[in-house]
């Protein structure tokens, strides 16, 4: 079964960290480039960050020096890990394969 899911959601306190991670299954992982894109309530969802297959990075200018992606090829899983978290990076983040695959998203809470 293709399918991506998201993990590591919560509520956190402004200034706190979650790590979240996306697990892919079905599809040639270690061949995909893999995004996280978020959506708040009322507004459209936007590209965070993306992994390629070789390892490069790429970030949203907000988020910058806060957040990280990073990829486990052997685990079939990427993770985002967000310090410093602020209220304004409270959305639905979502996983995101380059061939079009969406996870169900996981719900990040910073409260002030």
């Known amino acids: 079964q293709v399918h991506v899911v998201e993990s590591g959601g919560g509520l956190v306190q402004a200034g706190e960290s979650l790590r979240l991670s996306c697990a892919a299954s079905?599809?040639?992982?270690?061949?995909?480039?893999m995004d996280w894109y978020r959506q708040a309530p009322g507004k459209q969802r936007e590209l965070v960050a993306f992994?390629?297959?070789?390892?490069?990075?790429n970030y949203k200018d907000s988020v910058k020096g806060r957040f990280t992606i990073s990829r486990d090829n052997a685990k079939n899983t990427v993770y985002l890990q967000m310090n410093s978290l602020k209220p304004e990076d409270t959305a639905v983040y979502y996983c995101?394969?380059?061939?079009?695959?969406w996870g169900r998203g996981t719900q990040v809470t910073v409260s002030s």
């Open positions: 995101h394969t380059a061939t079009g695959l």
């Open positions: 079905g599809i040639i992982f270690s061949a995909t480039t």
């Open positions: 992994i390629t297959t070789g390892g490069s990075t």
